[in-house]
């Protein structure tokens, strides 16, 4: 038997060498694929925050919120499933790991509106 090879997702190269510094779980009780998770990622000075739509199968390890040198987003988009075309994994089987299925993910603009130079009223 082959084992399919697993490929990684492009939203973000290296996930590893980030860590988890804000975990938001939105669920829509009237439209499942209206529920996200917003996951904010921080390197150095580099703030990422990333939406994953319609997220399925959240496990969240003992340990969280420790760092998860492991984390690893694997892209789905070929394997012809439903609803699922990325995946939130970790390599590595670190404490307190954060693992998931989800529709889609994208990338959030991450400063708030004073930073960007809007006005706030």
Same mark, same amino acid.
């Given at each position: 038997? @082959? ?5 990684? &997702? ?5 996930? &590893? %060498? *980030?860590?988890?510094? /804000?975990? &938001? *779980? &939105? ?21 990422? @925050? ?11 390890? +003992? ?10 987003? *694997?892209?789905? /988009?070929?394997?012809?499933? +439903?609803?699922? @075309?990325? +995946?939130? /994994?970790?390599? %590595?089987? /670190? ?19 004073? %930073? ?6």
């Amino acid at each position: 038997m @082959t084992m399919k090879q697993l490929i990684p &997702h492009p939203i973000l190269p290296s996930p &590893h %060498e *980030y860590d988890i510094s /804000s975990f &938001h *779980y &939105h669920i829509d009780s009237n439209d499942a694929g209206q529920s996200f998770i917003d996951m904010t990622l921080t390197r150095n000075r580099q703030v990422v @925050t990333l939406r994953f739509w319609q997220p399925v199968s959240l496990k969240i390890e +003992e340990g969280f919120p420790q760092p998860t040198r492991g984390m690893v987003f *694997y892209d789905h /988009s070929a394997d012809g499933l +439903e609803n699922i @075309t990325v +995946e939130v /994994s970790d390599f %590595e089987a /670190s404490p307190g790991a954060v693992t998931f299925f989800a529709r889609s993910v994208e990338q959030l603009e991450n400063s708030a509106p004073w %930073e960007r130079g809007c006005t706030v009223r």
